[in-house]
């Protein structure tokens, strides 16, 4: 049964005649990632690659060689000596471009598969012609500026009925872990706020914790302030200004009745003295 084994290393480390498979566009361009790594340790790999990708140059060839392979022998100029047999480099073609007009995730998949078919056709030619091969040897393919999530291209490698190592470099199992130390830090933090806050909806909850996290201490005593002075304004204050209206209402009436009584002695008085005046 085949297997995909995965390792943390240095894939250029491999034997000798080993088979190194990277996924590539269509354009003839190896600029970044693990292709620029390709181009600058096998200079003359990539000229072969450049040039099937470009004779003739045409958008309908190019289109052409999505979900097909190319299998570059060992160049004698990229050997570091002469004993040196040096790797073979299988290009998957996978994506018609790269950047932000990469391929979409769908294409991508598919074009893998129909592309390790026909790597293991080609491997087939040259074993007709006595030519011995190593293991085949892989990154994380389409993982990296493909962008496809490396579980998914790992399942349809699985499908292909061949051994592969698949090898990652050391930065990125060290990446991947910090990212998981990162990913728990949140959940915990995410759980002390959800603890500090209550049993409010979901929304409210994260705005209140980003709230009393981020508000300075002065704030907060000044909103107990605020509460404070408006709360003597609510009805509490109107139950008491009735009933002291209340208890002060019978007084005004005895003032007012004295006014009354005061009035009427004067009116008298007024009219004894005018009879007075009138009597002979």
Not at 42 to 58: I, K, L, M, R
Not at 152 to 163: A, P, S, W, Y
Not at 243 to 260: A, C, F, H, Y
Request: with cysteine; aromatic share 6%; glycine share 6%.
């Amino acid at each position: 049964m085949p297997r995909i084994t995965e390792s943390t290393g240095d894939i250029f480390a491999a034997p000798q005649n080993g088979v190194l498979i990277h996924a590539c566009n269509c354009r003839g361009v190896w600029g970044s990632g693990v292709a620029l790594e390709f181009k600058k340790r096998y200079p003359q790999a990539f000229e072969v690659y450049h040039e099937e990708c470009n004779t003739p140059s045409s958008e309908f060839h190019q289109k052409s060689l999505l979900g097909t392979a190319l299998l570059i022998p060992p160049q004698d100029e990229d050997l570091t000596t002469t004993a040196d047999e040096g790797h073979w480099i299988a290009c998957l073609f996978t994506s018609v471009d790269y950047g932000k007009k990469v391929s979409s995730e769908l294409v991508i998949l598919e074009s893998t598969k129909k592309a390790m078919a026909d790597l293991q056709k080609k491997m087939k030619f040259w074993k007709a012609k006595g030519q011995e091969f190593g293991d085949l040897w892989a990154v994380r393919i389409n993982s990296g500026k493909f962008g496809v999530p490396w579980d998914r291209t790992k399942r349809i490698l699985e499908q292909c009925g061949v051994d592969v190592k698949v090898v990652s470099p050391v930065a990125e199992g060290v990446e991947s872990a910090d990212r998981g130390k990162q990913d728990g830090t949140v959940r915990s933090k995410a759980e002390k706020t959800t603890t500090v806050v209550g049993e409010p909806s979901l929304l409210d909850t994260t705005n209140e914790a980003a709230v009393i996290e981020k508000a300075p201490e002065g704030t907060a005593k000044t909103s107990k302030k605020r509460k404070q002075r408006k709360e003597p304004s609510n009805e509490p204050q109107s139950q008491e200004a009735t009933s002291e209206d209340r208890v002060k209402s019978p007084k005004r009436r005895k003032d007012k009745k004295k006014d009354s009584d005061k009035n009427e002695l004067r009116s008298r008085e007024k009219g004894k003295r005018k009879s007075f005046k009138s009597s002979p």
